[in-house]
């Protein structure tokens, strides 16, 4: 299978962002047999279950995870031989549910050097009556408990999901985000993987632009609900987890990491 890596300025956009879209990434043929299948259910796996175990050769959740544009993104961020974590199958009916608050998945896990991958794939056309997923764009490295961002309504700078048909969202595991409730006369599938890595993180991507100038200017992103003081922490953190994903403890963006590290040992 011939798949193609990210490049660096795409990593540290996710790196930035905490989310990397894949619009219509999914051929036509697998998403008109998605309904049937996620209607029908996928069985749960234990927690941790190797992807070839999780999903057998020829399934339908094999042959997503395999799809080109996909398998490369995945091994660009988990690696390869990543391990099934879990899986879900979340259905909106027409005209019904409300809003899920805003809450990030299993936030409790505060690793800085590395983090799993949860993938979701929307097998339709989303439609802004359909409602989709919210998300809050640079939010994945701030840490909170699981649902104490529940109590915030709309944040600026939020993207609620519309999209066409067979694509595929990579979140980092800490992003905010929410299920919108479905407003459309037609049900809203969606179909969700969360990987866990088995190697470290580390230049699993197509690194030959790893110098290009886009790279900083990827990480230095604001996004409109940042406090103009602590936003920059969001730009140290992102330092740190691009340090860690490259192994170039040199990197900085504007002297924040290198300022604050500075412990001289040379005495006067």
């Not at 660009?76 to 879900?88: I, N």
């Not at 109590?151 to 066409?164: A, E, K, M, S």
Request: glycine share 8%.
């Amino acid at each position: 299978m011939e798949t193609t890596l990210l490049t660096s300025v795409e990593v540290a956009r996710f790196v930035a962002q905490g989310f990397l879209r894949l619009d219509a990434a999914v051929p036509e043929e697998l998403n008109a047999e998605a309904i049937g299948v996620l209607s029908a259910g996928i069985p749960p796996v234990p927690y941790g279950t190797p992807l070839p175990l999780a999903f057998p050769e020829g399934s339908f959740a094999r042959r997503l995870v395999e799809v080109p544009r996909v398998a490369g993104a995945l091994r660009s961020l988990v690696g390869p031989d990543p391990t099934v974590d879990h899986h879900a199958v979340h259905v909106r009916e027409p005209q019904g549910g409300s809003a899920q608050p805003l809450h990030g998945d299993a936030i409790i896990d505060t690793r800085a050097d590395a983090f799993d991958v949860q993938l979701m794939y929307f097998p339709h056309e989303v439609s802004p009556a359909m409602g989709g997923t919210l998300l809050v764009p640079g939010s994945h490295l701030r840490r909170t408990n699981e649902s104490d961002t529940g109590r915030y309504q709309n944040l600026r700078g939020q993207i609620r999901l519309t999209c066409p048909a067979g694509t595929v969202l990579l979140l980092h595991h800490g992003i905010w985000h929410g299920g919108r409730r479905n407003d459309s006369d037609e049900r809203r599938y969606m179909f969700k993987i969360r990987f866990n890595p088995t190697v470290r993180q580390v230049r699993l991507w197509d690194t030959a632009d790893l110098d290009d100038p886009a790279v900083p200017g990827e990480l230095s992103t604001r996004f409109p609900w940042y406090e103009p003081a602590t936003g920059r922490l969001e730009i140290y953190n992102r330092v740190a987890m691009w340090r860690a994903m490259t192994g170039f403890d040199g990197f900085d963006v504007d002297h924040w990491a290198t300022r604050v590290s500075n412990r001289p040992r040379r005495i006067a």
